[in-house]
């Protein structure tokens, strides 16, 4: 089944392992925020039911989380060819992308309080399609810097009109 | 440099913000609190407001270097944007009320693509907003100068320099609108469902049936004057097309901007042998009159008359030539009711693919327009070795996908669209 999203070529680029520790401390966050709130619907009104349902639901999905977000992160990967670059992403529903450099009109590089305490960022694509949705995550952040800078010069060199 | 925008920024952007929490203090006091607590709430949040505003008014930088405009904003989430100068399609400047009393603007920029990726600028004084407008729009202009222009796959024609290439008859237009699905649903629902439930001894049934009878005049009317009169014409600028019954519209298809066609076919229609054909025209006017007009090739015609035409645009290459290759068997699991349907061919001028049981839908795109190319595999089709193929346009009809192909054949799509010729 892999052969759909094997390296073209040119091997994957993985990114930072701390893309982990970032999930899974949003992760531990949500997931307390969760009980909290099942343990305040228990308490405070009385609920038992919903309160300790909230609970469990909270608490399942935060384990199916903590579970997957390492596959997440080493499903994550960039390939950059000679006139394209390729992204992959996606553990339950798997993706990849094919974005020619000439076509790139945007690049963001975004990171949040927790990311940047980690260093790492996210490297967002636009074209001129709002389907095209491209994003890395976890890049370190020199790299996504460098990244940019790179695929710019490069969608410069091969820009195309529409 | 780097340089910032008016100080005047977070004023500006908090205005509505303050304004709202005024009003909900007047009501309050109106009501009968009190109108020191009150107050001080207010100072509290204009305050609170302002800082916020100060500290991203600080964070945010902008910069014009030869290629580029580079805008860094943020203060938790930073978000830098490198926008190429010579994809500068548009530079507009906007002024909400509050900004133009301080005579400020807000400058957007637009790259021919969607919505989200449109980057603002906002406040600068209107004189330096309009004056880093003409220097980015001049500069955007040199740059694409030494491009040789878009060659148009549709020449003139060579004796008369305008020449009607089709015109839709009143009778066709009416024919096509009274024969498409809504409106024969709604006409059902009146002609049946209205007697049946008066029969039953409901008189509700006579109110109920008022809207879908007001729906039924609505899209006829909708459907019919917009179109009236449909006349596509090929001039010396390209392509043309005239419509309206009450009022004439004309709009050009820019020909070298169409990205992509798409070909339907409605159950009925293909019984009495209509067809309709839309088009993806990238940069189209925002505008909702201009976007019907300039996203539909023929509203309905006979497939042979739709075929040429689109075989016109695409410069002589007939999308009906590739055979579409249909999907294996176990896309039945995930699509039981169309995957027989399904199908993709791809040459070296199109790529084209087939869907739909009631309404056939063929999408034809040229092979050097994609924006991006995407494969995704959700878990059941992983399990039964399939993919989807998704090419991606700008925003239009035309959506090309090849559904539910074998693993190996979607990885051979995805690397053969990938090389644009």
């Given at each position: 089944m892999?052969?759909?999203?094997a390296p073209p070529g040119v091997p994957w680029t993985r990114v930072s392992q701390r893309l982990t520790t970032v999930g899974q401390i949003k992760t531990a966050v949500a997931t307390v925020a969760g009980i909290a709130a099942g343990l305040a619907v228990w308490q405070l009104m009385s609920a038992t039911l919903v309160g300790v349902a909230i609970c469990l639901v909270a608490l399942g999905l935060g384990v199916a989380n903590m579970a997957l977000i390492p596959r997440r992160t080493a499903a994550w990967g960039y390939a950059e060819r000679d006139d394209d670059l390729f992204v992959t992403h996606g553990v339950m529903v798997r993706r990849l992308t094919v974005v020619p450099y000439g076509r790139m009109q945007f690049v963001d590089v975004?990171?949040?309080?927790?990311?940047r305490r980690f260093g790492i960022a996210t490297v967002r694509l636009h074209t001129a399609s709002a389907d095209s949705n491209v994003i890395i995550e976890g890049v370190a952040a020199g790299e996504a810097i460098a990244l940019r800078d790179r695929l710019t010069v490069l969608g410069e060199a091969r820009a195309a009109g529409l | 440099m780097t340089r910032r925008v008016h100080p005047l920024t977070p004023l500006l952007r908090g205005g509505l913000f303050t304004f709202a929490i005024v009003v909900i203090i007047g009501r309050n006091v109106v009501e009968g609190q009190q109108l020191p607590q009150q107050v001080l709430v207010?100072?509290?949040?204009?305050?609170?407001?302002l800082a916020y505003g100060t500290v991203s008014w600080w964070y945010t930088r902008y910069r014009i270097t030869a290629d580029e405009l580079q805008i860094d904003t943020g203060v938790f989430f930073k978000k830098s944007r490198r926008i190429r100068i010579e994809r500068l399609q548009a530079v507009e400047i906007e002024q909400p009320l509050l900004a133009r009393l301080f005579s400020m603007a807000e400058l957007s920029f637009d790259s021919g693509g969607t919505k989200d990726a449109e980057a603002t600028l906002a406040f600068l004084p209107l004189k330096q907003a309009e004056q880093l407008r003409a220097v980015l729009l001049e500069q955007a202009h040199e740059a694409r100068a030494p491009d040789a222009a878009e060659t148009?796959?549709?020449?003139?024609?060579?004796?008369?320099?305008?020449?009607?290439?089709?015109?839709?008859?009143?009778?066709?237009?009416l024919g096509s609108i009274l024969t498409q699905s809504a409106f024969l649903g709604a006409l059902a629902t009146v002609v049946i469902g209205v007697p049946a439930l008066l029969l039953a001894g409901q008189p509700v049934g006579l109110v109920l049936g008022?809207?879908?009878?007001l729906g039924i005049g609505n899209a006829l009317f909708k459907g019919f004057a917009p179109m009236y009169g449909f006349t596509l014409v090929r001039t010396s600028q390209g392509l043309r097309v005239r419509s309206g019954l009450t009022s004439i519209r004309t709009t050009t298809i820019p020909v070298g901007r169409i990205q992509g066609v798409v070909l339907m076919e409605p159950w009925l229609w293909r019984r009495i042998g209509w067809m309709r054909v839309n088009l993806t025209v990238a940069g189209v006017g925002r505008g909702d009159d201009d976007k019907q007009l300039t996203s539909t090739l023929v509203p309905v015609a006979s497939p042979q008359l739709a075929i040429h035409l689109v075989a016109l645009l695409l410069d002589g290459a007939d999308?009906?030539?590739?055979?579409?290759?249909?999907?294996?068997?176990?896309a039945a699991w995930v699509d039981p009711f169309t995957w027989r349907t399904l199908g993709v061919a791809v040459n070296d001028r199109l790529v084209v693919t087939r869907r739909g049981f009631l309404t056939r839908r063929t999408d034809v795109v040229p092979r050097r327009k994609p924006q991006s190319v995407r494969c995704v595999q959700g878990p059941l089709q992983r399990r039964l070795g399939l993919a989807t193929v998704h090419v991606d346009l700008p925003s239009g009809p035309v959506r090309l996908e090849a559904r539910h192909r074998q693993a190996v054949e979607a990885r051979g799509l995805v690397m053969v669209l990938a090389d644009q010729p």
């Open positions: 892999d052969e759909v999203f975004t990171s949040g309080p927790l990311n | 207010l100072g509290a949040a204009v305050v609170a407001g148009d796959p549709l020449p003139p024609g060579p004796a008369a320099p305008e020449e009607i290439l089709y015109r839709v008859s009143p009778s066709l237009l008022v809207p879908f009878v999308p009906r030539t590739i055979e579409p290759v249909t999907a294996s068997p176990r």
